[in-house]
């Protein structure tokens, strides 16, 4: 074999070996930093909005509380959400995911929405669930099928990705794959997570966050549309998040101290 040939032949082991080290990790329960997980009252400002400068579209507050409990004799995380903006409620969920692996046990969630008003209740194991209220009938139909397919296998709740996406094992570096569910799908789906960069933000108070930096398209590749995460490595929090999709920007931004009201005004 000639010099050019070896060459060539070494550059095609090389690209053939970076191809596969860029092959997605399969994440599994037993991947999960689940002992990083701590009861938090953690609240989230959301908003909506175009180019810089170009005002806000919609604006927030997502409050989410985590806690420890006992739920039907058996040991759980429960995940309850509270959004609201200026015309009110908007959407509440409560999540019972297993303490042991997180899986989803059964979820309770409200939304209210200008063209759709409705409850979903469901219990994974069992395929089984419920809606109640308006929905158009496609996204009624697509949420059903999903009931049935809950139960084929482990998946980690969408719903609940705020909470749950920082336990996965980002210090592997990569991309990581995670089956992900959440109700309105039809089933779950293997979504990539990729650990682009490592960012430092600075909070108001001079607290520090090194943060991974990571980005998805959502299980949709190639649509334009992501979702970008700064996740802080020590607390595994995120601390804020991008998206960008239909040529807009949604963003998460984690305030230093929850927004909830200590001394509620008494009924008249």
Known sequence: MNRLSCSIALALAVFAGSAIAAEPVQVVPADLHVQALQPATQT????????????????????????????????????????????????????????????????????????????????PKLGRGTIEGTMPDPAREKAQAGFKAMKDGWWMNWHSDLTLLPLLPYEKGGTLRIRLFDVGMD??????????????????????HDCWLVETESGQPGKGNYQRFWIDKARRVVIKEEDVFNGMYRSKVLLSVPAVVEFPLSKP
């Open 44 to 123: 989230y400002l959301v908003y909506f909005h175009g180019a810089p400068d170009t005002g806000f579209k919609r604006t927030m507050l997502a409050t989410t509380q985590v806690a420890r409990e006992r739920v039907d004799g058996a040991d759980a995380w429960v995940i309850t959400q509270h959004w609201q903006d200026e015309t009110g409620v908007v959407h509440t969920a409560r999540t019972v995911h297993a303490a042991k692996d997180l899986a989803t046990l059964s979820q309770t969630s409200m939304w209210n929405r200008p063209n759709a008003q409705f409850t979903t209740t469901v219990e």
């Open 187 to 208: 089933a779950p789906m293997d979504v990539d997570y990729t650990v682009v960069g490592e960012r430092t933000l600075t909070g108001g108070d001079g607290t520090r």
